[in-house]
């Protein structure tokens, strides 16, 4: 297929489980990039994250199909088939699989937070632009957080972000969309067996490059 590139949001993470916040973000978000889809990269397992109360990755993948639906939203267990665990191996193998596609870090405010912290992050922010939702709570902090302090030369006007495949990469844009409150945790306690009954046999869920 000739004509513009597919444009691809990618939100990764554990959605232990997921929630509308999920949903709200993502929706939002392919309507301000002008994405044609948003693939939630379901983790295997997060660095950053304590393995203690993580639900088995079936039931995680279960509950973002389940949240996902009938929207342009593909939840997708990628990383596993890719034998990837960390964001920026992720991204160099996902750019070499879909060569038409052009792809977008979608995060939130805590994300950008941390960033310093993972792995490779400058290689991160030099292969797709950054996408940062603000969340409550850690706006401040986000922005005067150690990555930001590199990012900040290469910010972009929100207004421009429908316009992220022409940018040169490092590329950030920061949006802002009306806060859901929910949160996995408070799921999580008032339902800690969720995942009991939210099981899913792993199964194809790489996108295909024929799309």
Same mark, same amino acid.
């Given at each position: 297929?000739? %004509?513009?590139?597919?444009?691809? %949001? ?6 232990? &489980? ?15 990039? *002008?994405?044609?889809? =948003?693939?939630?990269?379901?983790? &295997?397992?997060?660095?950053?994250? @304590? #393995?203690?109360? =993580?639900?088995?990755? @079936? ?8 949240? !996902?639906?009938? #929207? ?19 991204? #160099? ?13 979608? =995060? ?7 960033? *310093?912290?993972?792995?490779?992050? +400058?290689?991160? !922010? ?9 969340? @409550? ?10 990555? =930001? ?6 910010? +972009? &006007? ?21 806060? *859901? ?8 306690? !008032? ?13 194809? #869920?790489? &996108?295909?490059?024929?799309?």
């Amino acid at each position: 297929m000739r %004509g513009r590139p597919i444009r691809i %949001g990618l939100l990764g993470g554990s959605f232990n &489980p997921a929630h509308s916040g999920h949903r709200g973000i993502s929706l939002a978000a392919i309507e301000a990039l *002008d994405l044609d889809e =948003m693939w939630w990269l379901v983790s &295997p397992g997060n660095p950053l994250k @304590p #393995a203690a109360g =993580m639900a088995p990755l @079936p039931a995680r993948l279960a509950s973002a199909r389940r949240v !996902a639906r009938a #929207a342009r939203i593909r939840a997708t267990d990628i990383e596993t088939r890719l034998r990837t665990r960390f964001t920026v191996d992720t991204l #160099a193998a996902l750019v070499r699989r879909y060569p038409r596609h052009r792809f977008v870090w979608v =995060m939130g405010a805590d994300n950008l937070q941390q960033f *310093d912290r993972w792995r490779a992050w +400058r290689r991160i !922010a030099r292969t797709v632009p950054i996408a940062v939702v603000a969340r @409550p709570g850690y706006d401040g902090t986000a922005l005067a957080a150690p990555a =930001m302090g590199w990012l900040r030369r290469f910010q +972009r &006007p929100a207004r421009q972000a429908r316009n992220w495949t022409k940018w040169s990469v490092p590329a950030l844009v920061l949006l802002r969309f009306r806060p *859901d409150p929910t949160s996995a945790t408070q799921l999580r306690a !008032a339902d800690p067996a969720w995942h009991l009954r939210d099981s899913l046999p792993i199964s194809v #869920a790489i &996108p295909s490059t024929q799309e």
